[in-house]
């Protein structure tokens, strides 16, 4: 017998045992998938409004664990120079997602070089490194909740980006 | 379409070694600070570094030229991707960078990945839209892209207009951008604040204000 009709048989084993993971992996991604509570955010834009102070929001969750926040806080009250006040801002760092027995939180970490904008000294949702409560949405969804400081805040949550 | 060469810091030390260093010490032998002198200080350095370095991983905010109010704001990536965002929205998108003008301003052309304008229906009602700068003629804008410049006319008569140009007249601010919209971005260092006057920017009073920040805001 040959050294490869000797080992044939555990090749094929192991071949076997592959396809099997690899299908369970696939089976897995899929049902993983099926179930991520963000799914629905990766390409979409969640759009909010401050309900007090009228300021906007904007964010986009990526799959990769990236995400921007943009703001529009409305016309400034002096002309802004290198260090603002500014009506339009943006920031962008990484997210994850705490899963509490179904109860979610998004936890925002801001990327280096950190500057305090506008947003986050007015409290501004999704604006300050901290963790926010998340509900899964569908896009077309509108509803209402309170900003980290219990401010009203309106949620759409729009297709596209 | 990119007619610069990103050159890694050992590579200009070896060119530097190979050239004996010949561009500081013409640095050096320039005259007094002026904006002809840095351009040409920036373009013969230009040759050897990418001419946008500053803007990446800081934010170019445009301003109104009379309200000087910042109307957007840039991120340029060096990937050749950037996000630009204003009050009604941001926008992902792709540039393309012309070849170096005389007056040491390199084109780029931003061509935004979707038409898409998300605002919902009831922030829209209630947010005034930006209309013609003030003093503006009446109708229709039409801008056209012609080797690396975007050249934006406003007040044209419709009835001048080709059946083409008509399409390009009608187009939103999204599909404008999603076909491409050219700007010269000059030699400049992070925390400078300019007035630009080139084509297709001016929107108040034949100028904007122009502000480099330091770090993505």
């Known amino acids: 017998m040959t050294p490869t009709k000797l080992l044939a048989p555990c090749l094929l084993a192991l071949a076997a045992a592959g396809a099997t993971t690899h299908w369970a992996a696939a089976a897995d991604a899929k049902s993983a998938a099926t179930a991520d509570p963000l799914a629905n955010y990766y390409t979409s834009t969640l759009i909010c409004e401050d309900q007090t102070t009228k300021a906007q929001c904007r964010l986009w969750l990526n799959p990769d664990g990236k995400y921007f926040a943009f703001y529009n806080l409305g016309p400034q009250s002096k002309v802004p120079d290198i260090n603002g006040p500014f009506q339009v801002e943006g920031r962008e760092g990484t997210y994850t997602l705490r899963d509490d027995g179904g109860v979610y939180q998004l936890c925002l970490w801001v990327a280096a070089p950190r500057i305090r904008i506008g947003a986050e000294v007015a409290g501004e949702m999704y604006s300050e490194a901290a963790c926010y409560p998340f509900a899964p949405h569908k896009a077309g969804d509108a509803w209402n909740d309170k900003d980290l400081v219990g401010r009203d805040t309106k949620f759409w949550l729009m297709k596209g980006r | ?217």
């Open chain 2, 1 to 217: 379409m990119r007619t610069f060469f990103i050159v890694p810091a050992r590579c200009v030390a070896a060119l530097c070694v190979l050239l004996g260093c010949a561009l500081p010490a013409v640095a050096q032998q320039a005259p007094a600070p002026s904006a002809a002198a840095d351009a040409s200080k920036f373009a013969a350095s230009s040759t050897l570094a990418d001419p946008l370095a500053n803007y990446y991983g800081n934010t170019l905010v445009c301003a109104a030229a009379l309200t000087q109010n910042d109307l957007c704001h840039l991120w340029l990536y060096r990937d050749g991707s950037f996000i630009n965002f204003d009050a009604n929205g941001a926008h992902t998108g792709h540039y393309s960078v012309g070849p170096m003008r005389p007056d040491g301003k390199v084109p780029v052309c931003q061509y935004w990945d979707t038409v898409n304008m998300l605002m919902p229906a009831e922030i829209a009602a209630v947010q005034k839209m930006p209309g013609p700068p003030p003093g503006a003629a009446g109708g229709v804008m039409i801008c056209e892209n012609k080797d690396f410049r975007t050249t934006c006319r406003r007040g044209v008569d419709p009835a001048t207009l080709s059946e083409e140009q008509k399409k390009a007249a009608n187009r939103t601010m999204g599909e404008r951008f999603h076909n491409g919209m050219c700007y010269p971005l000059g030699p400049h260092n992070v925390g400078d604040i300019w007035w630009e006057t080139d084509d297709p920017l001016p929107g108040q009073a034949g100028a904007d204000k122009l502000l480099l920040l330091p770090g993505h805001r």
